[in-house]
């Protein structure tokens, strides 16, 4: 049977389940990537596992999120992660080197390889073959210890590419369009893979924009093949030995995919996805007016794509740059995980060179890696930058979490990241348009959004060839390989008093009875749970950062949420968080279940929950259940008392459970979307607890 290029990886790395779509399977990770933002965490639970020595081929511990260092927070943490990196065998990418996807990328990344993330874009080194997936830190701690990583065998949507772009379209429209035919909901449990004639004349850091961004579609991951394009990459980054070639199989079929969409709310989904797939096929609407629309697989024709955006509040309010002209901005900024390769700022500097800024913008830009900013720095584009009026940002996440270059009330901001939920760059009421680094640069120059196209040919600016260098300047000095084995004993580990031991999970009560302590709408993101930005620098002390959850839902003199959940807590009862669709959309963060855990939350009710998310709730002992009859949403309100009989039953093996809602004297038939190895999981009071009885039953 030919096979896909995802088929071949899993395949090869399969060590339970068998390969069938919507199946358990669990499968050996080679690489890991921790970032610190998540990475403290894991690498305390990998210390409560008692693992002393990680098992994979290769983990890195990366240093750049939490930069600011606004008091010891973020020192402690950095310090922690460098000296507990050394100790259990992980190498350490040390702050200033750059963001841990683009690092990760330059210098570790392997075609045919697994990689498990704690960082919701580990996907983005699927622009080099890998099959690279972002986790919960819990998920990732068991990875480093050897465990297998446990996934839905995905259903492969596949992509093809033909043609090539036009002059000044770029990656960033790819993706983005793409977006406007799966949208963020409705693709977990699938894999996108990327195959055609067309690939061939995208570079490496091109493809790793479309995978990076392949994260808000929802899917797993995102694949690219690995071919002459990847090979000269890694001969230029002084790796050609990591090479494998990887392509489907001539006569690889990809699945065909269905999406029930809403025949008047989607409409322009389905316009998109009958212009650009291929045997559409649209069923007949039910009493809701929703149809089941279902294709073979996405053809997009490079030469056809034009400048796209994305406007706050998701990545999938997609509008052409033309239908935005106009549009006056005050800010731009470019860098991120998505669009901060060398070839991306070489292309701005070349746009920028000899012009100023607009004098009503301000631009950032932050390179992706200390590579990227050493070889701006040594071939003059940075001082171009600089000349420009470029505020140059360090190598790092920055801006993109929404730590620093906040927007002002009422501004509209051009951004090359990745993601755009409301209030994420930290300016509440911001409008945040996600770009290409092609229509940052020309924007910035004119203050206001400007289709490139367009404005180059009026300014008269010939749209820059940036080819792959043939070199890349490599320099791995700030990344420290670990202390051999025989001296691991010796190292101290840094242990600052802002780092608090995570708490464990419980069992769930065979008859639980709890409080409804929030309902919330459709698409709540893990930044609308848990805010990064200015509260990052709790995400190693859970009772602190807790405090937090929902802040930006809680009211003025009211109560908290957190307030509230643990007033529940402590009359004895279980807190229950109800949500619309697509729960817990966006990061990794498992801090987004953790602390609701520590709050006492113990079931999240959902109409549908997201995959990264829903498993680290199980992960800590939270429950998700999902509404068998949407409508039975809008039946509940905030206070309402539920209960549920028959836990331990329901969670070893039922499909459904009833949920009584004694407040409203109503019942609703909930689906227990579990898979195996959750039940037990779940049953254990948490992967921690599960991970701990498995080694004592194993000793
Ligand atoms: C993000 O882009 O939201 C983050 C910050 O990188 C997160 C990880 C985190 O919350 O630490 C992610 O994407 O997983
Ligand atoms: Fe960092 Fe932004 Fe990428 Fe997340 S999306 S890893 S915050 S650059």
Same mark, same amino acid.
């Given at each position: 049977?030919?096979?896909?290029?995802?088929?071949?990886?899993?395949?090869?790395?399969?060590?339970?389940?068998?390969?069938? %779509?919507?199946?358990?399977?669990?499968?050996?990770?080679?690489?890991?990537?921790?970032?610190?933002?998540?990475?403290?965490?894991?690498?305390?639970?990998?210390?409560?596992?008692?693992?002393?020595?990680?098992?994979?081929?290769?983990?890195?511990?990366?240093?750049?999120?939490?930069?600011?260092?606004?008091?010891?927070?973020?020192?402690?943490?950095?310090?922690?992660?460098?000296?507990?990196?050394?100790?259990?065998?992980?190498?350490?990418?040390?702050?200033?080197?750059?963001?841990?996807?683009?690092?990760?990328?330059?210098?570790?990344?392997?075609?045919?390889?697994?990689?498990?993330?704690?960082?919701?874009?580990?996907?983005?080194?699927?622009?080099?073959?890998?099959?690279?997936?972002?986790?919960?830190?819990?998920?990732?701690?068991?990875?480093?210890?050897?465990?297998?990583?446990?996934?839905?065998?995905?259903?492969?949507?596949?992509?093809?590419?033909?043609?090539?772009?036009?002059?000044?379209?770029?990656?960033?429209?790819?993706?983005?369009?793409?977006?406007?035919?799966?949208?963020?909901?409705?693709?977990?449990?699938?894999?996108?893979?990327?195959?055609?004639?067309?690939?061939?004349?995208?570079?490496?850091?091109?493809?790793?924009?479309?995978?990076?961004?392949?994260?808000?579609?929802?899917?797993?991951?995102?694949?690219?093949?690995?071919?002459?394009?990847?090979?000269?990459?890694?001969?230029?980054?002084?790796?050609?030995?990591?090479?494998?070639?990887?392509?489907?199989?001539?006569?690889?079929?990809?699945?065909?995919?269905?999406?029930?969409?809403?025949?008047?709310?989607?409409?322009?989904?389905?316009?998109?996805?009958?212009?650009?797939?291929?045997?559409?096929?649209?069923?007949? %609407?039910?009493?809701?007016?929703?149809?089941?629309?279902?294709?073979?697989?996405?053809?997009?024709?490079?030469?056809?794509?034009?400048?796209?955006?994305?406007?706050?509040?998701?990545?999938?309010?997609?509008?052409?740059?033309?239908?935005?002209?106009?549009? %006056?901005?005050?800010?731009?900024?470019?860098?991120?995980?998505?669009?901060?390769?060398?070839?991306?700022?070489?292309?701005?500097?070349?746009?920028?060179?000899?012009?100023?800024?607009?004098?009503?913008?301000?631009?950032?830009?932050?390179?992706?890696?200390?590579?990227?900013?050493?070889?701006?720095?040594?071939?003059?584009?940075?001082?171009?930058?600089?000349?420009?009026?470029?505020?140059?940002?360090?190598?790092?996440?920055?801006?993109?979490?929404?730590?620093?270059?906040?927007?002002?009330?009422?501004?509209?901001?051009?951004?090359?990241?990745?993601?755009?939920?409301?209030?994420?760059?930290?300016?509440?009421?911001?409008?945040?348009?996600?770009?290409?680094?092609?229509?940052?640069?020309?924007?910035?120059?004119?203050?206001?959004?400007?289709?490139?196209?367009?404005?180059?040919?009026?300014?008269?600016?010939?749209?820059?060839?940036?080819?792959?260098?043939?070199?890349?300047?490599?320099?791995?000095?700030?990344?420290?390989?670990?202390?051999?084995?025989?001296?691991?004993?010796?190292?101290?580990?840094?242990?600052?008093?802002?780092?608090?031991?995570?708490?464990?999970?419980?069992?769930?009560?065979?008859?639980?009875?709890?409080?409804?302590?929030?309902?919330?709408?459709?698409?709540?993101?893990?930044?609308?749970?848990?805010?990064?930005?200015?509260?990052?620098?709790?995400?190693?002390?859970?009772?602190?950062?807790?405090?937090?959850?929902?802040?930006?839902?809680?009211?003025?003199?009211?109560?908290?949420?957190?307030?509230?959940?643990?007033?529940?807590?402590?009359?004895?009862?279980?807190?229950?968080?109800?949500?619309?669709?697509?729960?817990?959309?966006?990061?990794?963060?498992?801090?987004?279940?953790?602390?609701?855990?520590?709050?006492?939350?113990?079931?999240?009710?959902?109409?549908?929950?997201?995959?990264?998310?829903?498993?680290?709730?199980?992960?800590?002992?939270?429950?998700?259940?999902?509404?068998?009859?949407?409508?039975?949403?809008?039946?509940?309100?905030?206070?309402?008392?539920?209960?549920?009989?028959?836990?331990?039953?329901?969670?070893?093996?039922?499909?459904?459970?009833?949920?009584?809602?004694?407040?409203?004297?109503?019942?609703?038939?909930?689906?227990?979307?579990?898979?195996?190895?959750?039940?037990?999981?779940?049953?254990?009071?948490?992967?921690?607890?599960?991970?701990?009885?498995?080694?004592?039953?194993?000793?």
């Amino acid at each position: 049977m030919p096979r896909t290029a995802v088929q071949k990886i899993l395949a090869e790395h399969l060590t339970d389940g068998t390969l069938t %779509p919507g199946e358990q399977i669990g499968i050996r990770i080679d690489q890991t990537l921790t970032q610190d933002a998540t990475g403290t965490t894991a690498f305390l639970l990998l210390e409560a596992m008692g693992v002393p020595r990680v098992r994979t081929e290769l983990s890195v511990s990366y240093v750049d999120h939490n930069m600011a260092q606004f008091g010891p927070e973020n020192h402690n943490d950095h310090l922690y992660l460098q000296s507990i990196a050394s100790k259990v065998g992980a190498v350490h990418s040390r702050p200033g080197n750059g963001i841990c996807h683009q690092v990760h990328l330059e210098r570790f990344a392997a075609p045919g390889k697994t990689l498990l993330g704690s960082d919701s874009h580990t996907p983005t080194a699927g622009g080099m073959g890998m099959l690279a997936m972002g986790a919960g830190g819990l998920d990732v701690a068991v990875a480093m210890g050897g465990g297998a990583f446990y996934l839905t065998c995905p259903r492969v949507i596949g992509v093809e590419l033909r043609g090539r772009l036009p002059d000044w379209v770029a990656a960033k429209d790819i993706i983005i369009t793409l977006l406007s035919i799966l949208t963020t909901r409705g693709n977990v449990g699938c894999v996108v893979e990327y195959f055609g004639e067309g690939v061939a004349s995208l570079p490496v850091p091109a493809r790793a924009t479309c995978t990076n961004m392949g994260a808000e579609l929802g899917v797993t991951t995102s694949v690219f093949p690995a071919d002459d394009v990847t090979r000269q990459f890694l001969e230029a980054q002084g790796r050609a030995g990591a090479f494998a070639p990887l392509s489907a199989d001539d006569g690889a079929a990809y699945d065909r995919i269905t999406k029930r969409l809403h025949a008047k709310r989607d409409a322009q989904t389905i316009a998109a996805i009958r212009r650009h797939c291929t045997d559409v096929a649209v069923g007949d %609407p039910d009493a809701d007016g929703r149809v089941a629309v279902s294709f073979g697989h996405v053809v997009l024709d490079l030469a056809a794509l034009e400048p796209m955006a994305a406007g706050t509040p998701s990545p999938d309010n997609v509008c052409r740059v033309a239908d935005a002209a106009e549009t %006056p901005i005050a800010q731009v900024a470019i860098g991120s995980c998505t669009n901060s390769s060398y070839q991306d700022l070489m292309l701005v500097a070349q746009v920028l060179r000899g012009r100023t800024v607009h004098p009503n913008v301000e631009l950032a830009i932050a390179p992706g890696s200390r590579q990227v900013l050493g070889m701006l720095a040594s071939n003059g584009a940075l001082a171009d930058l600089v000349a420009a009026g470029a505020r140059i940002l360090e190598s790092g996440c920055g801006p993109c979490i929404g730590l620093g270059f906040s927007p002002a009330e009422g501004e509209v901001s051009l951004r090359t990241f990745n993601r755009n939920f409301a209030g994420r760059s930290g300016t509440r009421g911001d409008k945040v348009y996600l770009v290409s680094p092609e229509t940052a640069a020309l924007s910035a120059l004119s203050g206001r959004i400007v289709d490139p196209r367009a404005t180059a040919a009026e300014w008269g600016i010939a749209c820059p060839r940036i080819n792959a260098p043939e070199a890349f300047a490599v320099d791995d000095g700030m990344i420290q390989p670990p202390a051999p084995p025989e001296q691991a004993e010796q190292v101290e580990v840094f242990r600052g008093s802002t780092i608090v031991k995570p708490p464990a999970g419980e069992p769930l009560p065979d008859r639980l009875t709890g409080e409804v302590t929030i309902t919330v709408g459709d698409k709540v993101t893990t930044d609308d749970i848990m805010p990064a930005g200015s509260l990052l620098k709790y995400r190693s002390n859970v009772p602190e950062y807790a405090r937090y959850v929902f802040n930006a839902m809680n009211e003025p003199g009211e109560p908290t949420f957190a307030d509230r959940t643990l007033a529940v807590k402590d009359a004895g009862r279980a807190g229950i968080i109800v949500a619309g669709d697509s729960y817990g959309q966006g990061s990794s963060r498992e801090h987004a279940a953790l602390c609701p855990m520590f709050l006492g939350v113990r079931v999240v009710l959902a109409k549908s929950i997201e995959r990264i998310h829903q498993a680290n709730l199980v992960n800590f002992a939270i429950w998700p259940l999902v509404f068998a009859d949407p409508g039975d949403y809008d039946d509940i309100d905030r206070g309402d008392e539920l209960v549920i009989d028959g836990v331990a039953e329901a969670v070893a093996g039922g499909e459904t459970i009833a949920v009584r809602n004694t407040t409203k004297d109503s019942t609703y038939t909930c689906r227990v979307e579990l898979a195996p190895r959750q039940r037990q999981i779940l049953a254990a009071g948490g992967l921690l607890n599960a991970t701990r009885a498995e080694g004592s039953n194993r000793s």
